[in-house]
């Protein structure tokens, strides 16, 4: 049972967004061919749903600029601007994006006081989304991995999905997936690689599965 997890296609991480990422929207072509080619059993994606006054955003910290550091529940946090607030156009998934063929969807950063990368968990460790377990329900034993951003919520995921699906052979798809910053993706990338994931592209998906 092999499943797609496409994180954060919304408005809101593509050029035009409130937290855009350098060519975000060139991975939406990516997820479409994936969709139709990629020979999966299952596609699931999730969707960053903030309320207005979540606190990752420095709106809600007086003094504070997006980009800085601040806390959150006594923790450090990165300050973003306002994005992806539900009910939005930056919270929507991206127009082209071809959504008829997502099975399921799963929401994340809803609670004000946590911020949550990963589709599977918020960044406190505390609360599961329940993705996992939905997964696990459909006997899922492959899952790719990309999305916007590759250094937060592509990788938070990519680790967690290890951490939670134990046996499944996960794998970062690395031409569906852009990050905030050049550093951050290495990072990311170095990070994920160390922890044993292998990255693949779409166009050896579609040749090879
Ligand atoms: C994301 C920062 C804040 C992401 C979401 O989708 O990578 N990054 N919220
Ligand atoms: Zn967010």
Same mark, same amino acid.
């Given at each position: 049972?092999?499943?797609?997890?496409?994180?954060?296609?919304?408005?809101?991480?593509?050029?035009?967004?409130? %937290?855009?990422?350098?060519?975000?929207? =060139?991975?939406?072509?990516?997820?479409?061919? %994936?969709?139709?080619?990629?020979? #999966?059993?299952?596609? $699931?994606?999730? *969707?960053?749903?903030?309320? +207005?006054?979540?606190?990752?955003?420095?709106?809600? @910290? !007086?003094?504070?600029? !997006?980009?800085?550091?601040?806390?959150?529940?006594? &923790? !450090?946090?990165?300050?973003?601007?306002?994005?992806?607030? *539900?009910?939005?156009?930056? +919270?929507?998934? @991206?127009?082209?994006?071809? &959504? =008829?063929?997502? *099975?399921? $969807?799963? &929401?994340?950063? *809803?609670?004000?006081?946590?911020?949550? #990368?990963?589709?599977?968990?918020?960044?406190?460790?505390?609360?599961?989304?329940?993705?996992?377990?939905?997964?696990?329900?459909?006997?899922?034993?492959? %899952?790719?991995?990309?999305?916007?951003?590759?250094? #937060?919520?592509?990788?938070?995921?990519?680790?967690?999905? %290890?951490?939670?699906?134990?046996?499944?052979?996960?794998?970062?798809?690395?031409?569906?997936? /852009?990050?905030?910053?050049? =550093?951050? $993706?290495?990072?990311?990338?170095?990070?994920?690689?160390?922890?044993?994931?292998? +990255?693949?592209?779409?166009?050896?998906?579609?040749? /090879?599965?």
């Amino acid at each position: 049972m092999k499943a797609l997890l496409l994180i954060d296609l919304q408005n809101g991480f593509c050029p035009s967004g409130n %937290l855009a990422v350098a060519e975000g929207d =060139e991975v939406i072509p990516v997820a479409n061919r %994936l969709m139709r080619d990629g020979g #999966y059993d299952l596609i $699931v994606a999730s *969707q960053d749903w903030h309320p +207005a006054n979540h606190g990752s955003f420095a709106s809600q @910290h !007086p003094g504070k600029k !997006p980009f800085e550091m601040g806390t959150l529940s006594g &923790k !450090p946090q990165m300050l973003w601007p306002d994005h992806c607030v *539900q009910g939005t156009e930056d +919270a929507a998934l @991206h127009p082209a994006l071809e &959504k =008829e063929r997502i *099975q399921f $969807v799963q &929401k994340k950063g *809803q609670a004000i006081d946590v911020d949550s #990368y990963s589709a599977f968990r918020d960044n406190d460790r505390e609360a599961l989304t329940g993705l996992d377990a939905v997964l696990k329900a459909k006997g899922v034993t492959a %899952l790719d991995i990309g999305g916007l951003a590759t250094d #937060y919520c592509v990788k938070f995921s990519v680790m967690d999905a %290890l951490d939670l699906l134990p046996g499944v052979k996960i794998r970062f798809v690395s031409d569906l997936s /852009r990050g905030i910053t050049p =550093e951050g $993706v290495k990072a990311a990338v170095a990070e994920m690689e160390a922890a044993g994931v292998s +990255a693949v592209t779409s166009a050896e998906i579609i040749a /090879r599965g």
